[in-house]
């Protein structure tokens, strides 16, 4: 497919608005790095001296992983497969009762810096050091790809220079994240998460004023069966069902807010247990207006473009360009307007890298070094603001190995759900099974890992069939020009390029048995594969090799008194002991009034 056309350049107010983003998210950094002098100590300057509270830390959670990805991709996911996606809204109540109920107390009470310190703890060295391994591998391989994949979009239809944007909010990034440490990801966190709902609202608002409401855009969207919520359809091939989304969706995001250090790290170095839960559900109400704005967004591109859509007919080549590109057509008379949504999509892009490059210092710091050497905590810091900036380089340099990977970008941005998974088992054997012994443990992971990769690496060969994905139809008979691509008609030749699957034209007689059925799963169904394998592997591995024996420290598995169930009995308890020693001393005062009246 040619290279897409400009449809509109930046001008110097756009440039502008981007820019200040950038200077502000600096600034943040050298002012944490003047206040934080005294961070003497590696811990300080990585757990922000366990002083943070709710609420900054709540909008750095949701900030975290709502990377560029989710500000480019999720509109054009919704505008092709439908509204279906929302009810991710669903998966992310399980995901934070489960966090805050199951990992979290666990992780707070042991006072780690890294998550796997707890797999040292609780199963053996080599546990801890092939989980820290897999944690860096797909940090640094999904950080280069957070990074390259929004710049291609933009540049190829705003015009915006590719590598000067890359290297400019890799560098800032890297910039504060060594300079300021965890107070300063978190602080730029909060402004960063402001920025992205400010660039959405700006395009949401003018497409529903463009479109006369936004009762037209919901019945566009009904004529065009986006409004698709209730499919459940419980074939594990279909691409996104209600079951897909709320039961796989589940497992994914656990795996990221339940163990990811990237996510970890923020909720412990809140200054007590109770900040520590009440961040991670304010942090749910951040997600669900980023989802809203998002899946909304998804609506009005369809909205926009229902008789003429911009990927069919060629103006577009890729469908992660989709949002840029109405961006740059809906918002080219309001200067600076495109520039803040370009730094709505950026500010994704920093606080995910930023995010990754100060978990990579500390797994690195607390995993690799501490463990081996006898360096002092002032060392230790210095050592932490440095691998900070050798991460973030790293980072910048696998964006530029990801510009020659083409088609492996997806394969790449599936490994770090199909790496989750496994690791997600593993802690939760940990957690959830006392006789779970270190056999056990690698033995499980090592499985889960062998599953996920095997189906994941599959789907990348043998990608699913539309009949299977089911993207909704779309059109270009709207359209005021004539293209002899009929190449580009996607429910004839179902190319999806850039941040999706490339689905290629397969003879389906050449397909072989398990290409239709095991590698035709669900995306959102590798993590769960991971996850099970790895818990049962485990534990009949741990059983057979005397884990019934193992006598283990009440502190490392989950116990009944970290549970906010068991706080409301005990409460509920206390509040009936009392009611019922009132009620007694009641009695007794007019047992006592009627003894007196007689």
Not at 148 to 174: E, F, H, K, R
Request: glycine letters at 10%; aromatic letters at 12%; one cysteine or more.
């Amino acid at each position: 497919m040619p290279a897409s056309p400009v449809i509109g350049s930046f001008v110097a107010a756009d440039y502008a608005v981007f820019a200040l983003m950038l200077l502000v998210s600096a600034a943040i950094g050298v002012y944490y790095a003047i206040v934080g002098r005294g961070q003497s100590s590696s811990r300080e300057f990585l757990m922000g001296g366990q002083s943070m509270t709710a609420v900054p830390v709540a909008l750095s959670l949701t900030a975290s992983f709502m990377s560029a990805i989710t500000v480019l991709a999720t509109p054009a996911e919704v505008y092709r497969y439908g509204a279906s996606y929302g009810l991710f809204s669903l998966s992310y109540v399980l995901v934070v009762v489960v966090s805050s109920e199951v990992f979290l107390p666990v992780f707070y009470r042991l006072g780690i810096t890294s998550t796997y310190e707890y797999l040292e703890i609780r199963f053996n060295r080599a546990t801890r050091l092939l989980g820290t391994v897999m944690f860096i591998v797909q940090t640094i391989l999904y950080t280069g790809i957070v990074i390259y994949a929004p710049a291609l979009a933009l540049n190829q239809v705003t015009g915006m220079d590719l590598w000067g944007a890359v290297i400019s909010t890799g560098v800032v990034c890297t910039f504060y994240c060594a300079m300021g440490g965890l107070k300063a990801v978190v602080w730029t966190d909060v402004f960063q998460v402001g920025i992205m709902v400010a660039g959405f609202l700006s395009v949401i608002i003018r497409a529903v004023v463009l479109q006369g409401g936004v009762s037209n855009i919901l019945n566009h969207a009904e004529f065009g069966g986006r409004l698709n919520f209730w499919d459940f359809d419980a074939s594990p091939l279909r691409r996104h069902t209600f079951w897909t989304i709320t039961f796989g969706g589940t497992f994914v995001w656990t795996s990221i807010y339940g163990i990811n250090q990237a996510q970890v790290q923020r909720y412990i170095s809140c200054k007590s247990m109770t900040h520590a839960k009440m961040s991670l559900y304010i942090n749910l109400l951040g997600l669900w207006v980023i989802l809203l704005c998002s899946v909304f967004a998804g609506l009005c591109l369809y909205s926009v473009y229902k008789h003429c859509d911009p990927w069919t007919a060629g103006m577009v080549s890729a469908p992660d360009q989709l949002m840029p590109y109405m961006v740059m057509d809906i918002l080219r008379d309001y200067p600076g307007l495109p520039g803040l949504f370009v730094a709505a999509a950026y500010s994704g892009t920093l606080s995910t890298v930023s995010s990754s490059v100060n978990a990579l210092a500390a797994v690195t710091i607390e995993d690799l070094i501490k463990p081996y050497t006898h360096m002092s905590e002032k060392n230790l810091s210095w050592t932490s603001k440095g691998l900070s900036f050798l991460y973030g380089a790293l980072c910048i340099g696998m964006a530029g190995i990801a510009s020659l990977m083409g088609s492996l970008l997806q394969a790449a941005i599936s490994i770090f759900g199909i790496i989750g998974g496994p690791l997600l088992g593993l802690f939760s054997l940990g957690i959830l099974c006392p006789y779970a012994n270190a056999t056990g443990g690698l033995a499980g992971l090592l499985s889960g890992l062998v599953m996920s990769l095997w189906v994941g690496i599959g789907a990348q060969f043998y990608p699913p069939l539309p009949e299977q994905s089911r993207p909704l139809g779309l059109t270009t008979h709207g359209c005021n020009f004539t293209t002899a691509a009929d190449a580009f008609n996607w429910t004839a030749s179902p190319t999806e390029p850039g941040l999706y699957t490339t689905v290629l034209q397969q003879n389906t007689a050449e397909r072989p048995f398990l290409a239709d059925n095991w590698y035709s799963l669900s995306y959102l169904y590798f993590s769960p594969i991971g996850t099970l394998t790895t818990l049962a592997v485990g534990l009949v591995v741990s059983l057979l090799s005397g884990g019934m024996k193992l006598n283990l420290e009440p502190r490392v598995t989950l116990m009944k008194e970290d549970t906010m169930l068991f706080c409301f009995y005990k409460l509920f308890k206390e509040r009936v002991s009392d009611l019922s020693v009132s009620i007694n001393s009641l009695q007794d005062v007019l047992s006592l009034s009627t003894t007196f009246l007689y």
